[in-house]
């Protein structure tokens, strides 16, 4: 069909415009001279804008009206199909949002970050606390462009992970809560484990070095890809054969380096799998916040911090550092990677504690859209819910609500969902795949992670956005989103460091 | 007037639009996965083809047909009559090449450059000579659209050296010719120099110590700037606050990191010295290639290879290196950087022989435009020249004709006047400076520049591209582009390393 190629076409300007975005956001936290901030805000508008008018384009409008008839035609499955739908949906969610909107939200979100910044280093709430109640009120008013909803976060969580209502995530995230609480509280009676090896003077160039070792190993196409610095580190891709993440090295941390350069690896890993035939399309991405947290775990916490992987990489970290690990056995290394210690930090935050500072989070966000909570009292409530869910004092405001960036830069609502729906997804996807090939296990400790790649790549990255999160762990695993898996990993790990661990039935 | 405020908005997006050129430039030379480059080429054709469409949309033109005649009403050196007056001219000279043309010449391009990549890995001519035969005639093509210029090649120099016919250039370059070659053959004959002490082992490390040292006292200011690396260094300016540069440091001679960054950090004061006034707007850059290369000329030549910065640097070289150059004599190693040999390569060419690469390659563009010359005899053309003018026999047509890019990535014509225009400035610029502050040499040997910056400030880089470069010369030296000052400085410089040296007087 003629007009489906024309509307590819189309597509491809609409890509270059969005990827010119992602080039102006990498360089910001990359390279670019601090001078420059102010400007590089206005260009990131500028090309903002030219991108959404492109999206919303009459010319759009008349291309879809004619294909959406066509697309009922073709397989439901089909590329043609799929694209076609994707397209429309973003189309039409983009018109139902007023562009001044957006734009006056945009300059608001500048302001608070600044405030933020400044705030969080004076350790002073209130000093942002006026704007982020603006923040609340431009939520409640994005979520009232689109009426029809059953949870009024359910239009923000959309904006990352589509279809995963608040009906669905709050059951959950309520049943994982009740399986991690007591658990903590089990660990904080257990004798607590010993991290010394770890903490010794790690040169930077050498962990880069094994970091390399380790990326070529799990497949990472070093021709598509580049890694540098930043404080957080991030991946963003950038075009179908251009995808980039960054790490941070702590020269008195051996493992921060190289499970943060995993982690970026495993979105990576996501955006290089997707098929070129998804190339210059709105299809050539990960389906969610989830899905993509997902394989970040996956490759950090299931792969990186593995026996089975340690049983092949332990002898080579131990010739890159002979004089701080040459006499430290593997188990007392293995043992030292999995301390838990509730914490205040969401992203310093162990496998176990990790899920509670999220739910903390969405819980929070529910109820300040519902207006169940004030901004006012909103360090109170997380206080609150730290010591009661991690047996943690939150002294300091910096190390409390304003510990994390999403609210400051980002709408209230959907900002942290994600995180956890990838941690339990991980194992899902990864018992799916060994299931199938029982001997990934095995090949680990060999250093092979070809069958695990190619299943993941098969399964899921190939597809990019083709498919819906609710579609894709149904293909992938047979079943529904479980917390199942998710327990049944941690407790039978942790059981190996806390002999008394043990899951309390209900 | 309201019209000239919505001009300045207009532009702004146009320099928007521009700006993503040069960060997709500069991101493509400095960190793009190297399977990206087929799609770099797609977005910089898209990004080049959008910033085309603003700059000849019709409504530029509407705003241009009432703001010229106000224009006229306004003082002739105002920032908005010189705006407009830009602006018009681009605006002329953008409508009158089709579109069609430099699409198709960028096709060409892309196919020439990876030819030239080949053919000079073979040693191989004839494997690009049927496609730099096409460029020629696209070179002619080009200037047939500007009708009514005095010499085929004016159109295709004024691309970027505006001003400089090849009725000034070609009596200046001839007349320089007759001093050189004669200089050339007295250093011939002189007692060699020893560069023995440049060409040890110099840590990369060290060397970028020094030269971050060097950069922070000639003025370059770093929240405004970063410098990387390249084979090939360059200057960018991406923004008004955001001017990057590239280096490279060879780990067995110490000087050519230092000159490059030199060179490329002169490039960056005169971008980072624009007036904020221009930012936005096609005024903000250098007015020409020629005036850009004074400046990356004067800073890496006239300050950085003169007696006066090695009194103040030299110690300081030598606490880095001490077992390097501690027991090295400065005069031993200033005598070492004077060091003057013919030889093939432009790049590597020193300061006396360097215009005699550049004025062979301006004849030969001549010679090939009016058809005096074939490409097929090109290389026997390039090398009667080098034995003819530095008795350099070519025997590899890669260290020949084949050894720069310029014209086989754009048009032949206007590629090479630049260089020498700007070693010819640079003294002129230097002697304009130290009549009006005699003290400048003297500040020198304290490692003082800010006088000498301030005058450049003032009298060139705050301009930007306000002024024509016959204007700006008139205006900073009160006189017209002449040769003397440069040729005065060779001869008493060169005169204290090669004492028979002298002046052939006709």
Same mark, same amino acid.
């Given at each position: 069909?003629?007009?489906?190629?024309?509307?590819?076409?189309?597509?491809?300007?609409?890509?270059?415009?969005?990827?010119?975005?992602?080039?102006?956001?990498?360089?910001?936290?990359?390279?670019?001279?601090?001078?420059?901030?102010?400007?590089?805000?206005?260009?990131?508008?500028?090309?903002?804008?030219?991108?959404?008018?492109? &999206? =919303?384009? %009459?010319?759009?409008? *008349?291309? /879809?009206?004619?294909?959406?008839?066509? +697309?009922?035609?073709l @397989?439901?499955?089909?590329?043609?199909?799929?694209?076609?739908?994707?397209?429309?949906?973003?189309?039409?969610?983009?018109?139902?949002?007023?562009?001044?909107f957006?734009?006056?939200?945009?300059?608001?979100?500048?302001?608070?970050?600044?405030?933020?910044?400044?705030?969080?280093?004076?350790?002073?709430f209130? &000093? =942002?606390? %006026?704007?982020?109640? *603006?923040? /609340?009120?431009?939520?409640?008013?994005? +979520?009232?462009?689109? @009426?029809?909803?059953?949870?009024?976060?359910?239009?923000?969580?959309?904006?990352?992970?589509?279809?995963?209502?608040?009906?669905?995530?709050?059951?959950?995230?309520?049943?994982?809560r009740?399986?991690?609480?007591?658990?903590?509280e089990?660990?904080?009676?257990?004798?607590?484990?010993?991290?010394?090896?770890? &903490?010794?003077?790690?040169?930077?160039?050498?962990? /880069?070095?094994?970091?390399?070792?380790?990326?070529?190993?799990?497949?990472?196409?070093?021709?598509?890809?580049?890694q540098?610095?930043?404080?957080?580190?991030?991946?963003?891709?950038?075009?179908?054969?251009?995808?980039?993440?960054?790490?941070?090295?702590?020269?008195?941390?051996v493992?921060?380096?190289?499970?943060?350069?995993?982690?970026?690896?495993?979105?990576?890993?996501?955006?290089?799998?997707?098929?070129?035939?998804?190339?210059?399309?709105?299809?050539?991405?990960?389906?969610?916040?989830?899905?993509?947290?997902?394989?970040?775990?996956?490759?950090?916490?299931?792969?990186?911090?593995?026996?089975?992987?340690?049983?092949?990489?332990?002898?080579?970290?131990?010739?890159?550092?002979?004089?701080?690990?040459g006499?430290?056995?593997?188990?007392?290394?293995?043992?030292?990677?999995h301390?838990?210690?509730?914490?205040?930090?969401?992203?310093?935050?162990?496998?176990?504690?990790?899920?509670?500072?999220?739910?903390?989070?969405?819980?929070?966000?529910?109820?300040?859209?519902?207006?169940?909570?004030?901004?006012?009292?909103?360090?109170?409530?997380?206080?609150?819910?730290?010591?009661?869910?991690?047996?943690?004092?939150?002294?300091?405001?910096k190390?409390?609500?304003?510990?994390?960036?999403?609210w400051?830069?980002?709408?209230?609502?959907?900002?942290?969902?994600?995180?956890?729906i990838?941690?339990?997804?991980?194992?899902?996807?990864?018992?799916?795949?060994?299931?199938?090939?029982?001997?990934?296990?095995?090949?680990?400790?060999?250093g092979?992670?070809?069958?695990?790649?190619?299943?993941?790549?098969?399964?899921?990255?190939?597809?990019?956005?083709?498919?819906?999160?609710?579609?894709?762990?149904?293909?992938?695993?047979?079943?529904a989103?479980?917390?199942?898996?998710?327990?049944?990993?941690?407790?039978?790990?942790?059981?190996?460091?806390?002999?008394?661990l043990?899951?309390?039935?209900?």
């Amino acid at each position: 069909m003629e007009l489906y190629q024309s509307f590819r076409s189309y597509l491809k300007e609409y890509i270059n415009l969005e990827s010119f975005i992602h080039l102006l956001v990498w360089d910001q936290s990359t390279g670019m001279p601090t001078a420059n901030a102010d400007y590089r805000g206005e260009q990131l508008g500028f090309i903002s804008r030219l991108t959404h008018e492109k &999206l =919303v384009d %009459p010319k759009m409008g *008349e291309m /879809l009206d004619q294909l959406i008839p066509w +697309a009922t035609t073709l @397989p439901a499955d089909s590329l043609e199909s799929r694209l076609i739908s994707e397209v429309a949906k973003e189309y039409e969610k983009a018109r139902k949002i007023p562009p001044a909107f957006m734009e006056k939200f945009f300059g608001h979100t500048a302001r608070v970050y600044q405030t933020w910044v400044k705030a969080r280093k004076q350790n002073n709430f209130t &000093l =942002v606390s %006026p704007l982020l109640r *603006e923040t /609340l009120e431009y939520s409640k008013e994005y +979520a009232s462009y689109f @009426p029809g909803y059953h949870h009024i976060a359910d239009p923000l969580i959309d904006r990352s992970d589509e279809g995963m209502y608040v009906s669905i995530l709050q059951p959950l995230f309520q049943d994982l809560r009740k399986k991690l609480v007591p658990m903590i509280e089990q660990i904080r009676q257990s004798e607590p484990v010993d991290r010394k090896c770890l &903490l010794q003077h790690y040169p930077k160039q050498k962990q /880069l070095q094994f970091i390399e070792v380790v990326l070529d190993h799990i497949g990472v196409d070093r021709s598509r890809t580049i890694q540098d610095f930043s404080p957080h580190p991030f991946m963003i891709r950038l075009a179908g054969d251009d995808v980039r993440f960054t790490t941070r090295i702590k020269e008195w941390e051996v493992t921060d380096g190289l499970f943060s350069s995993m982690h970026e690896s495993g979105h990576a890993l996501y955006e290089l799998g997707i098929s070129p035939e998804l190339f210059g399309t709105p299809l050539m991405k990960g389906i969610s916040s989830g899905l993509h947290e997902s394989q970040s775990r996956l490759w950090e916490n299931l792969v990186g911090k593995s026996r089975e992987f340690w049983e092949y990489f332990y002898p080579k970290l131990q010739s890159v550092f002979p004089t701080q690990l040459g006499a430290v056995p593997m188990e007392t290394f293995y043992r030292a990677m999995h301390h838990v210690s509730p914490s205040e930090i969401r992203t310093e935050a162990d496998e176990i504690t990790y899920n509670l500072h999220v739910i903390i989070r969405f819980d929070l966000e529910l109820e300040l859209l519902t207006g169940k909570l004030d901004v006012t009292d909103l360090p109170e409530a997380w206080r609150q819910r730290y010591k009661e869910d991690l047996g943690v004092d939150i002294t300091e405001v910096k190390d409390g609500v304003l510990q994390d960036v999403h609210w400051f830069t980002d709408f209230i609502g959907g900002q942290f969902q994600g995180y956890s729906i990838g941690n339990i997804l991980s194992c899902q996807l990864f018992d799916a795949a060994q299931q199938i090939h029982p001997s990934i296990k095995e090949e680990m400790t060999h250093g092979q992670f070809d069958t695990l790649h190619s299943w993941l790549k098969t399964n899921i990255y190939q597809h990019g956005k083709k498919f819906s999160t609710t579609e894709m762990i149904q293909r992938a695993t047979g079943q529904a989103l479980s917390i199942d898996p998710y327990i049944k990993y941690l407790t039978e790990k942790y059981q190996t460091i806390y002999p008394t661990l043990h899951i309390s039935e209900e």
